[in-house]
């Protein structure tokens, strides 16, 4: 019996399975932190660039042009009308 305990005590396999369960669980955990934050920053950053680009006029970003400079799309004219008088005309007198 002494003889199978001393073995036991001398026996180092255990010990580097537990060195190597200790070490994959660790780097499994840093996975987990990584994605994490990853998952929150990526969230954010999308939910910013929604609210930005849902705030942006296409008609005043594209110069007034839908189809933007090179798209060949027609132009929109986005500005208010300005009010015209009629023109008065003085009569000319001919001989």
């Given at each position: 019996?002494?003889?199978?305990?001393?073995?036991?005590?001398?026996?180092?396999?255990?010990?580097?399975?537990?060195?190597?369960?200790?070490?994959?669980?660790?780097?499994?955990?840093?996975?987990?932190?990584?994605?994490?934050?990853?998952?929150?920053?990526?969230?954010?950053?999308?939910?910013?660039?929604?609210?930005?680009?849902g705030?942006?006029?296409?008609?005043?970003?594209?110069?007034?042009?839908?189809?933007?400079?090179?798209?060949?799309?027609?132009?929109t004219?986005?500005?208010t009308?300005?009010?015209?008088?009629?023109?008065?005309?003085?009569?000319?007198?001919?001989?």
């Open positions: 019996m002494m003889k199978f305990i001393n073995n036991f005590r001398k026996d180092e396999d255990g010990a580097v399975t537990v060195d190597w369960v200790v070490l994959t669980a660790a780097v499994v955990g840093l996975a987990v932190a990584a994605y994490s934050s990853i998952n929150t920053g990526a969230t954010e950053l999308t939910g910013k660039t929604s609210t930005f680009l705030a942006q006029d296409p008609a005043l970003a594209a110069g007034g042009n839908i189809q933007g400079a090179a798209g060949g799309g027609t132009t004219d986005t500005t009308p300005a009010t015209t008088t009629p023109a008065t005309t003085t009569p000319t007198t001919t001989q």
